[in-house]
């Protein structure tokens, strides 16, 4: 997934590098987070905070279904977490949130480790946008 996705992917990681750098690990979630909004929306990106994400479920719709951490470029998914380690059931929620919005590209970030890079999960929804099952996880970037 290269183009456009590469780049606000590696934009992305960039400014989390930048606050992490910063702020280094340890501190909630929601410091990151509006930390790394400020960082990207200083460089020109477009953040939303705390997207939600209807669900729907047979003949109803749950309006505060779920959150989305931030949206960038109205394109990648953000999810951050602040955890000792990330654990499976991270990836298939951030996979999960990929599949309800139709977003393709998804980033999960944890900013508690000593090095921001072994923290970073880039998951992609490679599936046409006619289809709606069967998600799969790409690689950890390199950056």
Known sequence: ???AFGWISKSIIGAAI?????????????????????????????????????????EIILEQGYRLDLVVQDEVVVELKSLERIQPVHESQLLTYLKLSRYRLGLLINFNVPVLRHGIR??????????????????APSA
Do not use: D, I, W
């Open 18 to 58: 930048e606050v992490h750098r910063e702020l280094g690990p340890g501190l909630f979630e929601s410091v990151y987070e509006a930390c790394l909004a400020y960082e990207l929306e200083h460089n020109g990106f477009k953040v939303e905070r705390q997207k939600t994400l209807p669900v729907s479920y047979k």
């Open 1 to 3: 997934m290269g183009g």
């Open 122 to 139: 880039r998951l992609v929804n490679k599936l046409p946008e006619t289809e709606s099952s069967a998600l799969s996880p790409s690689s």
